[in-house]
Each structure stands twice: as C-alpha cells, then as structure tokens.
C-alpha cells in the first residue's frame, strides 16, 4: 500500500487543503506535505491524527476493500458519519429510493 497517496486522496476527498488538514490536527503544514508526498513516513500517534480529522479508522485505512471505493462515494461516507442515526437512516431509504428508480428505467 503506498501511504502517501492513500493520505492525499483521503484528503482531497474529504475537500481539505493541506493548510486545513494542519490547522484541524495541530500538526505543521510542512509534515502534512511531506506525508502525502511519501518524504517522510508517518509514525501511529501522526497517522492517527491525519485519519482522526479525515474520518477515517486505522482499520478503514488499512483495509483492502475500503481502498476500491472511488473518491466520490468515499465522500459520500465521510459526510454521512457526521449525521445523527435518524438522519443516516433517512438517507439510506433516499439512496434505496433512487437506486430502485433507476433500475427501473
């Protein structure tokens, strides 16, 4: 698994810069770059801050499944772990709705 690349993509997915990305795990800027450009390897307390503010578990990042998800339905997930069960629940009859919909047709 190349390390690097997975952190930007989670990062770009996630539609933060790597000046937010910095400000939201108190980490420099400067590490953040060198992370996702593979200058530097990132030690579990780092990786741990990084995933944390991506939404992301060590498992999730890990995982092989995880990694064949595309960026846009990445995203998808990352913004409906932010919201309350009810909600999550409400959203999942919505994309059950409009997959059944599109079947259809």
Request: proline share 4%.
């Amino acid at each position: 698994m190349d390390v690097a690349s997975r952190l930007k993509a989670l990062r770009i997915a996630s539609k933060l810069s790597t000046v937010k990305l910095a400000e939201i795990t108190g980490l420099p800027q400067s590490v953040i770059s060198k992370l996702e450009n593979g200058n530097r390897r990132p030690d579990v307390d780092t990786l741990e801050r990084v995933l944390n503010a991506l939404g992301v578990s060590l498992a999730e990042f890990f995982s092989e499944e995880d990694q064949m998800l595309t960026p846009e339905i990445r995203q998808l997930c990352l913004k409906a772990q932010r919201l309350s069960p009810a909600l999550q629940q409400a959203l999942l009859h919505l994309v059950e709705t409009i997959v059944q919909q599109s079947e259809k047709e």
